[in-house]
């Protein structure tokens, strides 16, 4: 089993950062890959960026590649999202999961664990 607390969220201005923390507890091989997805009311659950936690890969959505880079913190157990430049589409909720499956890493259909999730919130 593996449990995924978020936290770092909020509301800031548009252009405004935010860092948002994914600490993991529990049983976590090399192989899980950690993403972060975001759903705004009325909206899907879309991707947004994930990486191995062995520490290579990363991959981004279109929509935040060049303002968000995600991070590990090892001594922590866990994984980092600096958000930067920040738009009011940006709003939504944000979710830290764990994909133990082979496969993309891009469907939220393969991740396994999630965490209960931040609200972020830009205003124009």
């Known amino acids: 089993q593996v449990q995924l607390v978020e936290s770092g969220g909020g509301l800031v201005q548009a252009g405004g950062s935010l860092t948002l923390s994914c600490a993991a507890s529990g049983r976590i091989f090399s192989s899980y890959v950690m993403g972060w997805f975001r759903q705004a009311p009325g909206k899907e659950r879309e991707f947004v960026v994930a990486?191995?936690?062995?520490?290579?890969?990363?991959y981004y959505a279109d929509s935040v590649e060049g303002r968000f880079t995600i991070s590990r913190d090892n001594a922590k157990n866990a994984v980092n999202l600096q958000m930067n430049s920040l738009k009011p589409e940006d709003t939504a909720g944000y979710y830290c999961?764990?994909?133990?499956?082979?496969?993309?890493?891009?469907?939220?259909?393969?991740?396994?664990?999630w965490g209960q999730g931040t609200q972020v919130t830009v205003s124009s």
């Open positions: 999961a764990a994909k133990t499956r082979y496969g993309t890493s891009y469907s939220p259909l393969l991740y396994d664990y």
């Open positions: 990486i191995h936690w062995s520490g290579g890969s990363t």
